[in-house]
């Protein structure tokens, strides 16, 4: 298994609601990323865990909060998101952080509209 | 600052055509380099990674070149395709455990 799902495929959201993005790899990569992308723009980093552990915040607002249960899983929870946050939500993993293993492979992202 | 460039945002050419696309990078001290490509509203598929210890890589019809003296790389495609048509990212990592920085990518369109 050489892929990295991501669940939903759409999302449709209120600004008072709350919802869960998921991501999953079998690859038994040990780092996993969110990246948010917008509309004809690459891609920016939001968070890095390695190893379960968050490793890197890129000053992302609280309403957005990334979870880790296990090295296999990565999820991240929405909560009180603005219209601004529409977006098409990606996930990547990696063997690790290290040289050539940093090499990242993407999800096909979560397209999130927030009402 | 830290910035990457992809240079041209568009192309299209012809199918059948060998071609070229630039990335350059303001600081030579890369760790690594990496190409993607992106399908409209698609996720990334990864291309190919070099190593700053690396010159090129090759897959298939492939290849990138890394010249970090210059603060360059390119990524040739050979015999192009409709199939190729795609955003073509290329993302720099400046040390272990960085983030990726990306260019603004390069729209391809192949006719055929």
């Known amino acids: 298994d050489t892929e990295v799902t991501q669940t939903p495929k759409h999302l449709v959201m209120g600004m008072t609601n709350k919802k869960s993005l998921k991501c999953e790899q079998h690859?038994?990569?040990?780092?996993m990323y969110w990246y948010k992308q917008k509309a004809k723009k690459p891609p920016e980093l939001m968070f890095v865990?390695?190893?379960?552990?968050?490793?890197i915040n890129e000053s992302v607002p609280s309403r957005f909060s990334p979870e880790c249960p296990n090295s296999s899983l990565l999820n991240l929870h929405l909560h009180a998101l603005q219209p601004e946050d529409s977006a098409l939500y990606l996930c990547?993993?990696?063997?690790?952080?290290?040289?050539?293993?940093?090499?990242?492979?993407f999800g096909p992202g979560t397209r999130l509209t927030v009402l | 600052k830290q910035e990457v460039t992809q240079i041209p945002a568009a192309l299209s050419v012809p199918e059948g055509e060998n071609l070229v696309l630039n990335c350059s990078f303001t600081?030579?001290?890369?760790?690594?380099l990496q190409w993607f490509r992106q399908d409209p509203g698609k996720g990334l598929t990864s291309l190919l990674l070099?190593?700053?210890?690396?010159r090129e890589q090759t897959s298939g019809r492939l290849n990138a070149s890394l010249d970090k003296s210059s603060g360059r790389s390119t990524l040739y495609i050979a015999a192009s395709q409709p199939g190729d048509s795609a955003t073509y990212l290329c993302a720099v990592i400046y040390n272990q455990g960085g983030k990726l920085i990306f260019g603004q990518g390069t729209e391809l369109s192949v006719k055929p």
């Open positions: 865990y390695s190893y379960e552990k968050l490793s």
């Open positions: 990547a993993s990696s063997q690790n952080l290290a040289g050539a293993y940093n090499e990242q492979f």
């Open positions: 690859m038994g990569h040990r780092a």
């Open positions: 070099i190593q700053s210890s690396q």
């Open positions: 600081d030579s001290a890369i760790y690594n």
